[in-house]
């Protein structure tokens, strides 16, 4: 890898990133098998276990970027709609729509909730009560029942103070949680980043009083040396 930015070449921190990448067999793995970001074969990791996707479904991807996940759902699921954000930029996805903007925003909300319920107006027959019902809720906040999967890698920037990291990415986790209990169908499927340490008590119990199933699980494809972790919350009961 040859690096231009001579700054960048001479940090040692850049440095020891790039050996790290370069040393990484799911770096060269997504390379190979044409994924944008190592973090593909965390999702992958997780379906294979638990069979969450599958073809014809409604996903939301929630911090997105660079795109991998959605990636991923789009190339082995076709048939399903996916809709993902991230206040970074992504390259487009067939088959995902994608919105630019921070997810803790009304407007960004805004944008969840009316494409969620789109999917509900799209799963109807031409009864016209029906459909004149949830047209006129694509203007509210409301996106009931219309979502299979909501996936969440949202992550904060971290600024090296454990507890500090752990409650900001809590907040993230409470804000992907508070949209899944207002979207998701019964049955659906919720999946989440966390971090390990600290308190997560009390989300972790509204969790389970609405799920059938919820799991915990760190793949292998998470680095060793992070504290990330993933909740797998499976069989939505209902809000």
């Known amino acids: ?66 795109g991998s996940w959605s990636q991923y759902i789009a190339k082995e699921f076709p048939k399903s709609r996916v809709v993902a954000m991230d206040l970074l930029p992504i390259k487009p996805i067939d088959g995902v729509e994608f919105y630019e903007g921070d997810f803790t925003t009304d407007e960004a909300l805004d944008w969840l909730r009316k494409k969620s319920l789109g999917f509900r107006v799209e799963s109807l027959d031409s009864n016209e009560s029906q459909l004149s019902t949830l047209n006129s809720k694509l203007c509210t906040t409301s996106a009931t029942n219309s979502v299979d999967v909501v996936l969440s890698d949202m992550a904060p ?9 752990h409650l900001r990415q809590m907040t993230l986790l409470e804000y992907a949680w508070d949209f899944a209990k207002t979207a998701l169908k019964p049955g659906g499927a919720f999946v989440a980043k966390s971090f390990t340490g600290g308190t997560t008590t009390e989300i972790l119990l509204d969790i389970k009083k609405h799920f059938e199933k919820v799991h915990h699980i760190k793949p292998e494809s998470s680095r060793k040396d992070s504290v990330e972790m993933f909740i797998v919350a499976l069989g939505f009961k209902g809000a």
């Open 157 to 165: 920037n971290t600024c090296g103070h454990q507890k500090t990291d």
């Open 1 to 66: 890898m040859r690096i231009l930015n001579k700054k960048i070449a001479k940090s040692k921190s850049s440095t020891a990133w790039i050996q790290r990448q370069a040393a990484d067999p799911y770096v060269a793995r997504a390379q190979k098998d044409g994924y944008r970001a190592r973090a593909a074969y965390k999702i992958i990791e997780i379906n294979d276990k638990y069979k969450f996707l599958k073809n014809g479904q409604a996903v939301v991807d929630l911090g997105a970027a660079p």
